[in-house]
């Protein structure tokens, strides 16, 4: 099991750039797909985007595409989100999780005000 924490949140306004970390403990971070997700308040998770073992192939969601950027560092043992161009509607708690997902770590806020 791999357990994860998140970090790099915080309140921003429209525009400006924010990285999110998940720094991964536990065996075998190499050998999982990792994810991130987010729940913005009074809805369901979702997903944000994914990236492979080796990270040369990554997917987001429709939402995100071409604003956001997902990355790993399997040296580190840490993925990160790039978050660029953000919106009011970004704003949620982000969460990173591996694929198929286990344990949810407590995820970081990220708020967007315009």
């Known amino acids: 099991q791999v357990q994860l924490v998140e970090s790099g949140g915080g309140l921003v306004q429209a525009g400006p750039s924010l990285r999110l970390s998940c720094a991964a403990s536990?065996?075998?971070?190499?050998?999982?797909?990792m994810a991130w997700f987010r729940q913005a308040p009074g809805k369901e998770r979702e997903f944000v985007a994914r990236?492979?073992?080796?990270?040369?192939?990554?997917y987001y969601a429709d939402s995100v595409k071409g604003r956001f950027t997902i990355s790993r560092d399997n040296a580190k043992n840490t993925v990160y989100l790039q978050m660029n161009s953000v919106l009011p509607q970004d704003t949620a708690v982000y969460y990173c999780?591996?694929?198929?997902?286990?344990?949810w770590g407590q995820g970081t806020l990220v708020t967007v005000s315009s």
């Open positions: 536990g065996r075998d971070f190499s050998s999982y797909s």
């Open positions: 990236i492979s073992r080796s990270g040369g192939i990554t």
């Open positions: 999780n591996t694929l198929p997902t286990d344990a």
